[in-house]
């Protein structure tokens, strides 16, 4: 029997408070402590093949493994199980090989035994994967994947309490692979060590792991919890200089504040006043509009130091505290001359008065730029606040007439744009579309190349529909396109032929919509646009699909088109990663951190690799390749979408095998099944799945939803109910064949409570049946007049992108 438990590692906060009491186990035991930092193997190459997922025929259910069977076959079942998430029955068949003895081949219960290790750990079952890699290290002391056996039988290990025993494994490992992962490893050592009360020890290791490389935003992580741990231990001087190392890497501003913060707040603490001072200073003067600034500019203030009450205003003002912003510019005007203030401070006052309610003060701040400052830069700016003062304090005539004497007296002004803008805007929203009509034609006019000129002429589309003048709406529409591209002029041509079809004018319409299918190939509205143009139903399944292709003949046209497109040199067998990638130690880090099942580490390597690697078509190609035969598919995703935005093509306008890296159909013999069993077309669930995770089993928001279909945890809680879920836990949704089956039970019951209508069974998908049942009695059901009722923009983005995205699933697998 198997006991699932859970495997916990030690927080900082965790760390910090067993270092403060200094707390202890009892007895003494002897183990190995790794403090140097070996030397990186130059071109390894791992010996470990990894699985690639492989869809089978058809969507029939695996059969139950039993001791009869050959042991080959037994070995591509536990494969299936471990991949569909099926850890239990992959155990358990593992061991079936196993318990056959030397009768099986040695290489087959070598991969038996460490895979059961694995798939043990993956599930939490401790002790079986201790039991598993002890009888692989015991057994096959000359297998390649001796070292990573040591690594997993140490996670296990950690997981059980057996700090002694994980530390000597992980001791283990980088003794016979340094140089590759040390950090990581490093990192678990201390928190071997911290559970038996070496702390002196166990800071050595966390500093040697942050040391050591690993990808940026993780090691940056790393060194701040070195840090804390350090000033715990009562290190001052060790924790600034891990601030400082994190400083001298992270670029983004609100991040560098917050570590300066952290670093004078230590110095504070350990009686370093004069330092902490100077810390603070630096977080106020060169991070003025951070959350860290205010905080920073408050101990100052607390401990008498001068500073630039200007910049305290600033910093008050981003952290919302207003009155405090108001007598800091309030105190920075009365100490400067006029010549000296910068006009911007006039403006954060006038916006902070308006804040608390103050809006005849919020008018005189900003008409004082108008009056001292009329060359300034933020004077325009100045003028539009006055005008969204009276628009905030309700009087929306004033506001209208404010904005409207901006663009009749300054029309010269970058800001005479979007006056016009705002006063058509508030005219069209207060019932008065004729007028916003007029406000809207005479912004494209006068500003024909400005941002707000198109937007106007989409308002001005919807004011000449409120009116019912189809004509000059589809006119404006189409000069909207003319004035945006990609997904805008996509949106506003759709628009624009459904307009043309509506009046009857087919050329017309034909037109529009063939250049909306153009201007974004991937988006919903080129989609929406061709199935206009050919009488297509949304969301009709194909006759026919199709899973299994041609992979060599494929792969041969897409690297014939690879070199044609883009210029490339090179000949033979493109897909193999070059030597300058499979020798990049992100690769080699991270290939080595997926084998032994530390997937989130080894994910957080491959992003860097691929973002590297964004520009080289060549190089994302074999990353695509490389991360699909190695099961990060989420990865591999990224990668193939970085070829095909290389190539400025539309996606069904690459290669199929390229295309179907980005369109992807993992898991599509579980797809199929739980499709089949609940009514669901397995491309509108392959669609769902896409967008909901990215193919990623692990993936989690923070509303709770996990796994590939990304259910809530109440909607979780009903499925399981329905199905009989034995024992249901909200993380067994990470097992890929629980998120998909989950998915598609919900799924098909929104499409049995819409009649089979996808627009509303998506939406009530995403923003829950009772809301959809509202829309769809509002619009009758008809796809295009659904999505217009829908009154949370998320879940129209949320169908359009789903049917975008089933649409390019249907050319790629359907017959």
């Given at each position: 029997?198997?006991?699932?438990?859970?495997?916990l590692?030690?927080?900082?906060?965790?760390i910090?408070l067993a270092?403060?009491f200094g707390?202890?186990p009892?007895?003494?035991?002897?183990?190995?402590?790794?403090?140097?930092?070996p030397?990186?193997?130059?071109?390894?190459?791992?010996?470990?093949t990894?699985?690639a997922?492989?869809?089978?025929?058809?969507?029939t259910?695996?059969?139950?493994p039993?001791?009869?069977?050959?042991p080959?076959?037994?070995?591509l079942q536990?494969?299936r199980?471990r991949i569909?998430?099926?850890?239990?029955d992959?155990?358990?068949t593992?061991?079936l090989?196993?318990?056959?003895?030397?009768?099986?081949?040695?290489?087959?219960?070598?991969e038996a035994?460490f895979n059961?290790?694995?798939?043990?750990?993956?599930?939490?079952?401790?002790?079986?994967?201790?039991?598993a890699m002890s009888?692989?290290?015991a057994q096959f002391?000359?297998?390649?994947?001796?070292?990573?056996?040591?690594?997993?039988?140490?996670?296990a290990f950690?997981g059980?309490?057996r700090?002694i025993e994980a530390i000597?494994?992980f001791s283990?490992y980088?003794?016979?692979r340094?140089?590759?992962?040390d950090?990581?490893?490093?990192e678990?050592?201390?928190d071997?060590?911290?559970?038996?009360?070496q702390?002196?020890?166990a800071i050595?290791n966390y500093v040697?792991?942050?040391?050591?490389?690993?990808?940026?935003?993780s090691?940056l992580?790393?060194?701040?919890?070195?840090?804390q741990?350090?000033?715990?231990?009562?290190r001052?001087?060790?924790?600034i200089a891990?601030?400082?190392a994190?400083l001298?890497s992270?670029?983004?501003a609100?991040?560098?504040?917050?570590?300066e913060l952290a670093a004078?707040?230590?110095l504070?603490?350990?009686g370093?006043?004069?330092?902490a001072?100077?810390?603070?200073?630096?977080?106020?003067?060169?991070y003025?509009?951070?959350a860290?600034?205010?905080?920073a500019?408050?101990?100052?203030?607390?401990?008498g130091?001068?500073?630039?009450?200007?910049?305290?205003?600033r910093?008050a003002?981003?952290?919302?505290d207003?009155p405090a912003?108001i007598?800091?510019?309030n105190?920075?005007?009365?100490?400067?001359?006029?010549v000296s203030?910068?006009?911007?401070?006039?403006?954060?006052?006038?916006?902070?008065?308006?804040?608390i309610g103050?809006?005849?003060?919020?008018?005189t701040?900003?008409?004082?730029?108008?009056?001292q400052f009329?060359?300034?830069?933020v004077f325009?700016e100045?003028?539009?606040e006055q005008?969204?003062?009276?628009?905030?304090s309700g009087d929306?005539p004033?506001a209208?007439q404010f904005?409207m004497?901006i663009?009749?007296?300054?029309?010269y002004?970058p800001?005479?744009?979007?006056?016009l803008?705002?006063a058509?805007?508030?005219?069209?929203t207060n019932n008065d579309?004729?007028?916003?009509?007029?406000i809207?034609?005479?912004l494209?006019?006068r500003y024909?190349?400005t941002?707000?000129a198109?937007?106007?002429?989409l308002l001005?589309?919807?004011?000449a529909?409120a009116?019912?003048?189809v004509r000059?709406?589809e006119?404006f529409?189409?000069?909207a396109?003319?004035?945006?591209s990609?997904?805008?002029a996509a949106?506003?041509?759709?628009s624009?032929?459904q307009?043309a079809l509506?009046r009857?004018?087919s050329?017309?319409a034909?037109?529009?919509?063939?250049r909306?299918a153009?201007?974004?190939?991937?988006?919903?509205f080129?989609?929406?646009?061709?199935?206009i143009i050919?009488?297509?139903?949304?969301?009709?399944p194909?006759p026919?699909?199709?899973?299994?292709?041609?992979?060599a003949?494929?792969r041969?046209?897409a690297?014939?088109w690879l070199v044609?497109t883009?210029?490339?040199?090179v000949t033979?067998?493109l897909s193999a990663?070059s030597?300058?990638?499979a020798?990049?130690p992100r690769i080699i880090r991270g290939?080595?951190l997926w084998?032994v099942?530390?997937?989130e580490?080894a994910?957080?390597?491959?992003?860097?690799?691929i973002d590297?690697?964004a520009?080289?078509p060549?190089a994302?190609y074999q990353?695509a390749?490389y991360?699909r035969?190695l099961?990060a598919?989420q990865n591999?995703v990224?990668?193939?979408?970085n070829?095909?935005?290389?190539a400025?093509?539309?996606?069904l306008?690459?290669?199929f095998y390229i295309?179907r890296?980005r369109?992807?159909a993992?898991y599509?013999?579980?797809?199929?099944?739980s499709?089949?069993r609940?009514?669901v077309?397995?491309?509108?669930l392959?669609?769902?799945i896409?967008?909901e995770?990215?193919f990623?089993?692990?993936?989690?928001?923070?509303a709770?939803e996990k796994g590939?279909?990304?259910?809530i945890?109440?909607?979780g809680?009903y499925?399981?109910?329905?199905?009989?879920?034995?024992?249901?836990?909200?993380?067994?949704?990470f097992r890929?064949?629980?998120g998909?089956?989950f998915?598609a039970?919900?799924?098909?019951?929104?499409l049995r409570?819409?009649?089979?209508?996808a627009?509303?069974a998506l939406a009530?998908y995403n923003?829950?049946p009772?809301r959809?049942?509202?829309?769809?009695?509002i619009?009758g059901?008809?796809?295009d007049?659904?999505l217009?009722?829908?009154?949370?923009?998320s879940?129209?983005t949320?169908?359009q992108?789903i049917?975008?995205f089933?649409n390019?699933y249907r050319?790629?697998?359907?017959g």
């Open positions: 029997m198997m006991t699932r438990m859970r495997f590692l030690f927080p900082a906060a965790l910090a270092l403060t707390c202890s009892e007895g003494v035991v002897t183990y190995v402590i790794v403090t140097g930092n030397p990186t193997p130059i071109g390894f190459e791992s010996t470990l990894a699985q997922f492989v869809p089978t025929p058809t969507p259910d695996t059969p139950i039993t001791l009869g069977q050959p080959e076959d037994l070995l536990a494969t199980f569909n998430g099926y850890f239990e992959a155990v358990e593992y061991q090989i196993l318990v056959q003895g030397a009768s099986v081949p040695s290489p087959l219960r070598a035994a059961l290790g694995v798939s043990a750990l993956r599930e939490g079952f401790f002790t079986d994967a201790a039991d009888l692989f290290i002391p000359d297998d390649a994947r001796l070292a990573q056996a040591f690594f997993l039988r140490g996670d950690m059980l309490g700090w000597n494994d283990a980088l003794e016979r340094p140089g590759l992962i950090s990581y490893v490093y678990r050592i201390g071997g060590l911290v559970a038996i009360g702390f002196d020890a050595n040697n792991a942050a040391n050591a490389s690993r990808s940026l935003a090691q992580a790393l060194r701040e919890r070195v840090a741990v350090e000033i715990s231990a009562g001052t001087v060790d924790a891990q601030y400082d994190i001298a992270a670029q983004n609100p991040y560098r504040a917050s570590i004078a707040q230590t504070l603490n350990a370093d006043v004069e330092n001072m100077l810390r603070f200073l630096r977080v106020l003067n060169d003025s509009d951070t860290a600034a205010y905080t500019s408050t101990t100052l203030i607390e401990r130091i001068d500073i630039n009450y200007y910049l305290r205003g910093a003002f981003m952290y919302g207003y912003a007598e800091a510019f105190t920075h005007s009365i100490q400067t001359a006029t203030i910068n006009p911007e401070m006039y403006l954060l006052l006038g916006r902070a008065y308006r804040e103050s809006t005849s003060a919020a008018l701040a900003f008409q004082t730029i108008l009056d009329p060359s300034s830069p325009g100045a003028l539009l005008g969204r003062t009276r628009f905030l929306i004033a209208i904005y004497s663009a009749d007296t300054y029309d002004l800001e005479a744009a979007e006056a803008w705002r058509g805007y508030l005219y069209s579309p004729a007028q916003a009509r007029i809207f034609e005479r494209a006019d024909p190349d941002e707000q198109a937007s106007g002429l001005a589309a919807s004011a529909l009116v019912s003048d000059a709406a006119r529409y189409l000069e396109a003319n004035k945006t990609g997904e805008d949106s506003a041509l759709l624009a032929g307009l509506q009857g004018d050329a017309a034909s037109d529009a919509l063939q909306a153009q201007a974004a190939p991937d988006s919903y080129a989609a929406r646009a061709r199935d050919t009488g297509g139903v949304p969301f009709a194909p026919t699909y199709r899973f299994e292709f041609d992979e003949a494929d041969a046209t690297e014939a044609s883009f210029g490339l040199t033979g067998d990663l030597p300058e990638l020798a990049d290939q080595e084998t099942g530390a997937y580490e994910r957080a390597e491959f992003s860097d690799l590297a690697n520009a080289d060549l994302s990353l390749i991360f035969d099961a598919f591999s990224f990668a193939a979408a070829v095909i935005r290389a400025n093509v539309g996606t306008d690459a290669p295309a890296m369109y992807p993992y599509s013999d579980l797809v199929r099944m499709g089949q609940h009514g077309d397995p491309l509108l392959l669609s769902l896409r967008h995770s990215l990623d089993t692990y993936a989690t928001a923070a709770g590939l279909t990304q259910v945890p109440s909607t809680e499925i399981a109910e329905q199905l009989q879920f034995p024992d249901y836990q909200h993380a067994d949704l890929p064949y629980a998909i089956e998915g039970y919900y799924l098909g019951e929104q409570t819409f009649n089979g209508n627009t509303a009530g923003a829950g009772g959809a049942i509202s829309w769809l009695e619009s059901g008809e796809h007049v659904f217009t009722t829908i009154t949370i923009s879940t129209r949320y169908v992108r049917y975008g089933y390019i050319a790629l697998y359907g």
